[in-house]
Protein backbone atom coordinates (compact mmCIF):
# COMPACT_ATOMS: atom_id res chain seq x y z
CA UNK A 1 0.00 0.00 0.00
CA UNK A 2 1.60 3.46 -1.63
CA UNK A 3 2.15 6.36 1.37
CA UNK A 4 0.30 9.22 0.43
CA UNK A 5 2.64 12.75 1.64
CA UNK A 6 0.47 15.84 1.10
CA UNK A 7 2.71 19.17 1.09
CA UNK A 8 2.17 21.34 3.87
CA UNK A 9 -0.57 23.94 3.20
CA UNK A 10 1.72 27.69 2.42
CA UNK A 11 0.06 29.56 5.38
CA UNK A 12 1.06 27.28 8.18
CA UNK A 13 4.51 28.40 9.58
CA UNK A 14 6.47 25.80 11.75
CA UNK A 15 6.68 26.64 15.31
CA UNK A 16 7.85 24.92 18.13
CA UNK A 17 5.24 24.48 20.81
CA UNK A 18 7.90 24.95 23.79
CA UNK A 19 10.64 28.08 23.15
CA UNK A 20 12.85 29.62 25.87
CA UNK A 21 14.74 33.04 25.12
CA UNK A 22 18.40 32.29 25.78
CA UNK A 23 21.07 34.86 26.51
CA UNK A 24 22.40 35.07 23.65
CA UNK A 25 18.96 35.67 21.92
CA UNK A 26 18.44 32.03 20.33
CA UNK A 27 15.22 30.14 21.57
CA UNK A 28 15.31 26.81 23.08
CA UNK A 29 12.97 24.85 25.75
CA UNK A 30 10.01 25.64 27.48
CA UNK A 31 8.32 28.84 28.46
CA UNK A 32 6.94 27.35 31.42
CA UNK A 33 9.57 28.55 34.31
CA UNK A 34 10.60 26.33 36.86
CA UNK A 35 8.83 26.09 40.01
CA UNK A 36 9.42 29.17 42.67
CA UNK A 37 9.62 26.47 45.88
CA UNK A 38 12.32 23.90 44.84
CA UNK A 39 11.75 22.53 48.39
CA UNK A 40 9.43 19.85 49.18
CA UNK A 41 5.87 20.86 50.32
CA UNK A 42 5.71 22.50 53.57
CA UNK A 43 9.42 23.78 53.33
CA UNK A 44 10.98 20.97 54.84
CA UNK A 45 14.63 20.38 54.03
CA UNK A 46 15.20 16.63 53.07
CA UNK A 47 18.94 15.62 53.96
CA UNK A 48 21.28 14.82 51.50
CA UNK A 49 21.46 11.20 50.24
CA UNK A 50 23.82 8.78 51.41
CA UNK A 51 27.02 8.38 49.81
CA UNK A 52 27.21 5.00 47.75
CA UNK A 53 28.57 2.80 50.34
CA UNK A 54 32.08 2.39 48.30
CA UNK A 55 32.56 6.53 48.11
CA UNK A 56 31.41 6.65 52.16
CA UNK A 57 34.16 4.02 52.67
CA UNK A 58 36.68 5.91 51.42
CA UNK A 59 35.50 9.24 53.13
CA UNK A 60 35.50 7.30 55.93
CA UNK A 61 39.03 5.80 55.16
CA UNK A 62 40.21 9.30 54.47
CA UNK A 63 38.99 10.98 57.73
CA UNK A 64 40.81 7.63 59.60
CA UNK A 65 43.99 8.48 58.00
CA UNK A 66 43.99 11.63 58.65
CA UNK A 67 43.42 11.16 62.65
CA UNK A 68 46.30 8.27 62.15
CA UNK A 69 48.49 11.02 60.99
CA UNK A 70 47.61 13.52 63.95
CA UNK A 71 47.26 12.40 67.50
CA UNK A 72 45.50 15.59 68.54
CA UNK A 73 42.60 15.04 66.21
CA UNK A 74 41.81 11.71 67.68
CA UNK A 75 39.24 11.02 69.50
CA UNK A 76 39.34 10.19 73.05
CA UNK A 77 37.87 7.05 72.92
CA UNK A 78 40.29 5.66 70.58
CA UNK A 79 42.96 5.19 73.14
CA UNK A 80 40.35 2.80 75.19
CA UNK A 81 41.74 -0.95 75.06
CA UNK A 82 37.87 -1.82 75.46
CA UNK A 83 37.41 0.50 72.10
CA UNK A 84 40.36 -0.97 69.87
CA UNK A 85 38.49 -4.82 71.22
CA UNK A 86 35.31 -4.10 69.78
CA UNK A 87 37.50 -2.83 66.63
CA UNK A 88 39.62 -5.92 66.48
CA UNK A 89 36.31 -8.32 66.55
CA UNK A 90 34.73 -6.80 63.63
CA UNK A 91 37.88 -6.72 61.86
CA UNK A 92 37.89 -10.55 62.45
CA UNK A 93 34.58 -10.70 60.97
CA UNK A 94 35.57 -8.51 57.42
CA UNK A 95 38.28 -10.76 56.69
CA UNK A 96 37.12 -12.96 54.67
CA UNK A 97 36.30 -10.39 52.02
CA UNK A 98 39.09 -10.09 49.92
CA UNK A 99 37.50 -7.24 47.55
CA UNK A 100 36.55 -3.71 47.96
CA UNK A 101 33.80 -4.30 45.95
CA UNK A 102 32.68 -6.98 48.63
CA UNK A 103 33.45 -4.69 51.20
CA UNK A 104 31.33 -2.46 49.97
CA UNK A 105 28.40 -4.54 49.49
CA UNK A 106 28.80 -5.48 53.27
CA UNK A 107 28.89 -1.81 53.83
CA UNK A 108 25.80 -1.25 52.09
CA UNK A 109 24.18 -3.89 54.07
CA UNK A 110 24.88 -2.52 56.95
CA UNK A 111 21.99 -0.07 58.89
CA UNK A 112 24.71 2.10 60.89
CA UNK A 113 25.61 4.68 58.34
CA UNK A 114 22.43 5.50 57.25
CA UNK A 115 22.40 8.33 59.80
CA UNK A 116 25.59 10.27 59.95
CA UNK A 117 25.78 13.27 61.04
CA UNK A 118 28.61 15.66 61.75
CA UNK A 119 28.96 13.95 65.48
CA UNK A 120 29.43 10.33 63.98
CA UNK A 121 31.84 11.61 60.91
CA UNK A 122 34.28 13.00 63.91
CA UNK A 123 34.19 10.63 65.88
CA UNK A 124 33.03 7.09 64.15
CA UNK A 125 32.08 3.62 65.91
CA UNK A 126 33.97 0.80 66.18
CA UNK A 127 32.33 -0.56 62.99
CA UNK A 128 32.96 2.53 60.89
CA UNK A 129 36.22 2.44 62.11
CA UNK A 130 36.68 -1.64 61.38
CA UNK A 131 35.65 -0.89 58.22
CA UNK A 132 37.80 1.88 57.16
CA UNK A 133 40.71 -0.13 58.10
CA UNK A 134 39.62 -3.12 56.11
CA UNK A 135 39.07 -0.50 52.87
CA UNK A 136 42.95 0.65 53.15
CA UNK A 137 44.19 -2.86 53.82
CA UNK A 138 42.09 -4.21 50.39
CA UNK A 139 43.80 -0.95 48.41
CA UNK A 140 47.29 -0.40 49.97
CA UNK A 141 48.22 -3.65 52.13
CA UNK A 142 49.05 -3.81 55.44
CA UNK A 143 47.36 -1.27 58.15
CA UNK A 144 48.69 -3.43 61.24
CA UNK A 145 51.49 -0.90 61.82
CA UNK A 146 49.51 2.37 62.36
CA UNK A 147 46.39 0.65 63.96
CA UNK A 148 45.68 0.44 66.77
CA UNK A 149 47.29 3.46 67.69
CA UNK A 150 50.50 3.55 69.61
CA UNK A 151 49.25 4.87 72.73
CA UNK A 152 46.82 1.92 72.62
CA UNK A 153 49.30 -0.76 71.91
CA UNK A 154 51.15 -0.08 74.82
CA UNK A 155 48.19 -0.32 77.42
CA UNK A 156 46.69 -3.55 76.24
Do not use: C
Not at 29 to 49: F, T, Y
Not at 67 to 81: I, V
Not at 138 to 146: C, E
Amino acid sequence: MPILTGQPEASEVATHPATLQRQGGASIGSHLSPPRDLLPSGGVVVPAPVPAPARALALDALRLLRRLRDPARRPERWSQPAFSREIQLVRAHLAPLRTRKALAASYGREAFHLSMDAANRDDPGPVRLAYALRWLELGAGDIRTTWPPLEVRGSA
